[in-house]
């Protein structure tokens, strides 16, 4: 994790769950993360919307231009990366893992800003597939940063972390050459995914 509001959502949302795999909605202090609170959002765990915002960060609104609330996540994607993302949500819920996402975002004056995403399953109303808790932000903010606006998303990078340690197996069955593989890691959209720490 590069970015200061990945690491402080990343920590509180680790405090808040406990033993839990996830913490409740309910559970969260927007006051216990104001310094990361600008750049943190809440998704709804709805594919067939594309998870859109339920709310926002003023950080994340400034990238953009506008306010992201009702926007699709995945709308902000396109092609393999579109995909990828799509994998990686439906892991954060399914698996309560954590995705960890690098981007390079694009202005129309071809401008360049390296972003971290950070992903991580919430609960609602005892419903585990409900909302993901996020951020999204700069790794270096430029001086540009405000009055260009980001209107490309492009991936760079992908980590998931299992913080409890546990994971989904995998329930097809697979010849003895892709199970070797999946002993390791495992493929989401173009990314090889392998199992680590923090």
């Known amino acids: 994790m590069k970015a200061a509001a990945t690491k402080d959502l990343f920590g509180y949302w680790n405090r808040l769950r406990g033993e839990r795999a996830a913490p409740e909605r309910a559970d969260v202090d927007p006051a216990a993360i104001r310094s990361a609170l600008g750049d943190t959002f809440i998704l709804e765990a709805d594919q067939d919307s594309g998870y859109p915002f339920r709310l926002s960060g003023s950080r994340i609104c400034s990238i953009t231009g506008h306010e992201m609330k009702g926007e699709s996540f995945l709308s902000l994607w396109s092609g393999p990366d579109r995909a990828t993302v799509l994998g990686a949500l439906g892991t954060v ?3 309560a893992a954590v995705a960890v996402i690098g981007a390079q975002g694009s202005t ?3 401008r360049k800003l390296d972003l971290e995403i950070g992903l991580l399953p919430l609960r609602h109303r005892g419903r585990t597939h ?3 808790l996020g951020s ?3 790794v270096e903010t430029p001086y540009w940063l405000g009055a260009c606006l ?3 998303f492009e991936l760079t990078s992908l980590r ?3 913080p409890s340690g546990r994971r989904r197996p995998m329930e097809s069955p697979m010849a003895p050459a892709a199970s070797t593989i999946a002993a390791v890691g495992r493929k989401i959209g173009r990314f ?3 199992d680590g720490g923090r």
């Open 136 to 138: 999204l932000a700069p």
């Open 192 to 194: 090889m995914v392998f």
């Open 108 to 110: 129309d004056l071809g």
């Open 130 to 132: 409900a909302r993901l």
């Open 160 to 162: 998931m972390i299992w």
């Open 93 to 95: 819920s399914d698996d």
């Open 150 to 152: 980001v209107t490309r």
